[in-house]
């Protein structure tokens, strides 16, 4: 959603996953020392009109927390000319203590009835039956469109280890493949 509302406003998006690439407070000032200018290169390159840059932390709940107080002190700087967009799954302690250098906005899952008239092309059934899937796939749209083209998967039986690994080699053989393993057959 972020990309597409970074899109929507003509932005060019800078997208970065904030809990792979920011392990430390040195990795959030080389990419605030990188982003100074409010057009990239690259911006002048694709478009005829270039667009400013945006850039989107992703995940950033699962960064380094010293490296989440450095991107609070980047969105703090009174000097920083590119707007920054983090999502997360759970908003980090240090930003909800900031309210007003950062603006939250929770995206609730749409509810069961707007999905199913927006997606009735592609599931021909009654609302009661998409209802049931939509709980399933737990309000997740990318979820739904999968169901939908691709049916449901099954799950893989569990096999209970024993720590051994040639007895977990002939229990996986004898699930599996239905084959009475012995010892001469390896």
């Given at each position: ?15 970065i996953?904030?809990s792979?690439?920011?392990?430390s407070?040195?990795d ?23 667009r ?7 995940e ?6 010293h490296?989440?107080?450095?991107v ?8 920083r ?10 908003v ?29 092309t ?10 049931k899937?939509v ?52």
């Amino acid at each position: 959603m972020a990309l597409a509302a970074a899109r929507t406003f003509e932005y060019e998006p800078l997208e970065i996953n904030a809990s792979r690439s920011l392990r430390s407070h040195e990795d959030v000032i080389s990419l605030r020392d990188s982003c100074m200018a409010p057009v990239s290169f690259t911006s002048f390159l694709k478009y005829a009109k270039p667009r400013k840059t945006c850039v989107i932390l992703d995940e950033i709940d699962g960064s380094d927390p010293h490296a989440q107080r450095k991107v609070l002190e980047w969105i703090r700087d009174p000097h920083r000319l590119v707007p920054i967009i983090c999502t997360s799954n759970e908003v980090p302690v240090i930003f909800k203590r900031a309210p007003d250098h950062i603006t939250l906005h929770r995206c609730m899952p749409l509810n069961a009835r707007d999905i199913y008239e927006n997606l009735q092309t592609h599931a021909p059934m009654e609302f009661t039956e998409f209802q049931k899937i939509v709980k399933e796939c737990q309000h997740d749209v990318r979820r739904l469109m999968n169901r939908f083209q691709y049916g449901q998967s099954d799950i893989l039986q569990q096999i209970p280890l024993t720590g051994d690994t040639i007895a977990d080699l002939f229990k996986h053989q004898e699930m599996f493949y239905g084959v009475q393993p012995t010892y001469w057959d390896l």
